[in-house]
């Protein structure tokens, strides 16, 4: 939630402004640059007949498959690397058997592929990344930007049909409670475009004065209201409440309470378990009309696939039920779309995906957690796991890489403990969190 700055740090970083990105994140900047855009995108390679165009970011992706094979599973021997490779092949088998479609297979491999693009940041620093932070920049006016113009005009991308996998999509504007207008500017649809609001304020804001926070935190707000995205603006607000929080602190502090609360927000995995508890069979619609959304979840969106994996592969229960279960892959390619329901909760949607082995691994995250040290890192563990609560996040693809860059240092090497010296710059100390004067 701040810059991570030490002298030795900045003799380093400053000739280094326009070093070229590596592959992941060359990745990231495609990725971004598309889904941000991906209403334009859309429209106009389908009207100059240019549609592969949209699939370039993809074969990013798989080189990023290849290169996470490469550092982590072959070259660095990571156990866990290897594990999580072969369980994953193991899962796209168990989605092929769910659904039983070679189309839902090519599907679930796109899906899952971004996550690799942000494993492989592991071992890398985000700061470093000076090209993309630039785009990032660039991203939140144009996002706000496009949110604001779209409010105003009905721009020609929206409703705009279009084929993907022989399966047509269509950039919907009423919103689905009570037919209220949701404008995506030039995103796709308003989820993203509110998300990108939302991703880019925080990437942003990580080097960025208080002033400069509190001061576009106006802009932001405004923009995610229009696209009437409630979940990115509540998660908004949170954030700006947990850097106003960490800022508060000393400087030699503040690495320290953003950990923690990176660490405690893992337990917003937990919400979800809690909230059906309290009110499963409860019509919260009759409190208030804004909670029919959150209503739906807790009865049929968080419930219902536990539910209908008894009827459709029981064996779920203690495997998972493949990459393509209850996923987009489900809903556009297979005779079983009937029983398809939308997870809202990215924890929930990946442990029925993957099953109890998908609870080890998110140990493993949380520990590797505890000794993650880059600041960029941190702070989207922050944010997603309160974005993730209603939103299940693998589509597009710019939510999910993000999770995953988080999670990224599980693949890495256990640091050794030192001794931190209080008095000197020494890299092996906590890095100092400063206010950049922009």
Not at 213 to 242: D, E, Q, R
Not at 276 to 297: C, E, H, I, P
Not at 335 to 346: R, T
Not at 400 to 418: A, Q
């Amino acid at each position: 939630m701040d810059q991570s700055t030490t002298h030795l740090e900045d003799q380093k970083t400053t000739p280094a402004t326009w070093t070229l990105p590596t592959l992941e994140g060359l990745a990231v900047i495609l990725y971004f640059g598309r889904d941000a855009f991906a209403g334009v995108v859309r429209y106009y390679a389908s009207r100059m007949h240019l549609d592969p165009l949209w699939f370039i970011p993809d074969i990013f992706a798989f080189a990023c498959i290849g290169a996470f094979f490469y550092r982590y599973a072959f070259k660095g021997t990571n156990v866990l690397a290897i594990l999580f490779l072969l369980y994953v092949v193991f899962a796209l088998f168990l989605g092929y058997v769910f659904l039983g479609e070679v189309k839902g297979l090519a599907s679930s491999i796109k899906m899952i592929a971004p996550a690799f693009v942000g494993f492989c940041f592991c071992g890398r620093e985000f700061k470093d990344q000076k090209f993309l932070l630039k785009l990032i920049y660039f991203l939140f006016f144009a996002s706000m930007l496009g949110i604001l113009w779209s409010a105003h005009t009905r721009l020609p991308w929206v409703a705009f049909s279009y084929e993907s996998f022989g399966a047509t999509r269509t950039a919907a504007r009423l919103w689905w409670t009570d037919g209220e207008s949701r404008v995506s500017g030039f995103a796709a649809d308003s989820t993203m475009a509110a998300y990108f609001v939302l991703i880019t304020y925080v990437f942003t804001s990580v080097r960025k004065s208080v002033l400069w926070c509190l001061l576009w935190a106006g802009p932001a707000f405004y923009a995610i209201h229009l696209s009437t995205n409630k979940t990115a603006m509540g998660v908004l607000a949170i954030y700006i409440a947990g850097l106003l929080f960490v800022r508060a602190f000393n400087e030699r502090y503040r690495f320290a309470a953003l950990r923690s609360i990176a660490l405690w927000s893992f337990a917003c995995i937990l919400i979800p378990g809690a909230l059906m508890l309290m009110f499963s069979g409860t019509n919260l619609a009759r409190v208030a009309k804004g909670l029919y959304s959150l209503q739906d979840r807790i009865n049929n969106s968080w419930q219902l696939p536990f539910v209908y994996m008894n009827d459709l592969m029981p064996l779920g229960y203690f495997t998972g039920c493949g990459l393509e279960c209850f996923n987009y892959p489900q809903q556009l390619f297979s005779n079983k779309v009937s029983y398809y329901v939308p997870v809202d909760n990215f924890y929930i949607g990946t442990y029925l995906m993957f099953g109890p082995i998908f609870v080890l691994f998110m140990v493993f995250v949380i520990l590797a957690v505890a000794r993650t040290r880059d600041i960029y890192k941190l702070t989207v563990i922050f944010v997603m796991n309160f974005y993730t609560i209603t939103v299940l996040g693998y589509g597009p693809a710019s939510g999910l890489l993000v999770i995953t860059m988080g999670f990224s240092e599980v693949f890495g090497r256990k640091l050794k403990s030192r001794t931190f010296s209080a008095e000197s710059n020494a890299i092996g100390r906590p890095p100092l969190l400063r206010v950049a004067s922009g």
